[in-house]
């Protein structure tokens, strides 16, 4: 099954799909949505960085968020930057992007290595050897999460 197209309805705000990939890189975190058995919504902020085209997140190797992509790997993941509310105009100044893809869980060593690295990188780009051995102590621990995105959909009042 494909991933649904609904049209945005302000098309003058709509970003390129290269443009959403673009703001996806750049957000700091974003929040990541799945269902569960029964069909309830969970949605989770988590830190993300984009590796090879995919999305690249970490976890506890059980919990909720594990417990729903065991019964159903869709994902969407929503990502805001820029926000700045304009009360003078009652709006909002932001770009966002939305992604929707199919999560599996990296169970290979050295993938999961290799995309904690580039996480960890990310926000600690200046601390390698930090980043290598909090790796080396919590990879027994930790869970990583590659989506493959499916579609990227992107939207900005700047």
Known sequence: MSVPSHPIRRKDRALSGDEALLLLQEAEWGVLATVDEAGWP??????HAVVGG???IHSATVGHKLANLAFNPRV???AV???ETLPLELSTRYASV????RADLLTDEGE????LRALGLRFAAAHPDLVDRE???DLFRTAVLRIHIERATGK???
Not at 42 to 47: D, T
Request: net charge positive; hydrophobic share 40%; aromatic share 10%.
């Open 156 to 158: 900005a009042r700047r």
């Open 76 to 78: 969407s993941y929503c």
């Open 81 to 83: 930057t820029q926000a």
């Open 42 to 47: 969970y949605a989770v902020p988590v830190n």
């Open 112 to 115: 999961k290595r290799e995309a």
């Open 98 to 101: 939305i992604v929707f893809g």
């Open 54 to 56: 995919d999305l690249i």
């Open 135 to 137: 790796i080396d102590k």
